[in-house]
Nanobody, 126 residues
Framework: EVQLQASGGGLVQAGGSLRLSCAAS???????????IGWFRQAPGKEREAVSC????????NYADSVKGRFTVSSDSAKNMVYLQMNNLKLEDTAVYFC????????????????WGQGTQVTVSS
């Protein structure tokens, strides 16, 4: 089955940047181009929320209003990698970030995604 591994989190000052990576593997008779990859985050005491998503074949991408203009999602199908470039980070971006996969289309609902990686912690300090 599809396996995902998120990495790239860390501690950064407000206004700084981080790039998260999501390594995908375990495809059988398919590849990354057949899957949408979503990024979600969960802050302490809060529900998991959708951050961004890139559809299969990178046909389209979408973003939560809170990150539009600051975050950019991209994919490299040759490497089976998806990236989330996060610029101008804010204190409220502090959370554990997860990548998740679903066939073809994006959704803002976590239930849409059947495959999840472990999270990577992003901490933004003042």
């Amino acid at each position: 089955e599809v396996q995902l591994q998120a990495s790239g989190g860390g501690l950064v000052q407000a206004g700084g940047s981080l790039r998260l990576s999501c390594a995908a593997s375990g495809f059988r008779n398919s590849d990354l181009n057949d899957y949408a990859i979503g990024w979600f985050r969960q802050a302490p005491g809060k529900e998991r929320e959708a951050v961004s998503c890139i559809s299969s074949g990178a046909a389209y991408s979408n973003y939560a209003d809170s990150v539009k203009g600051r975050f950019t999602v991209s994919s490299d199908s040759a490497k089976n990698m998806v990236y989330l470039q996060m610029n101008n980070l804010k204190l409220e971006d502090t959370a554990v970030y997860f990548c998740a996969a679903a066939p073809y289309s994006c959704s803002g609902y976590s239930d849409h995604f059947g495959f999840w990686g472990q999270g990577t912690q992003v901490t933004v300090s003042s």
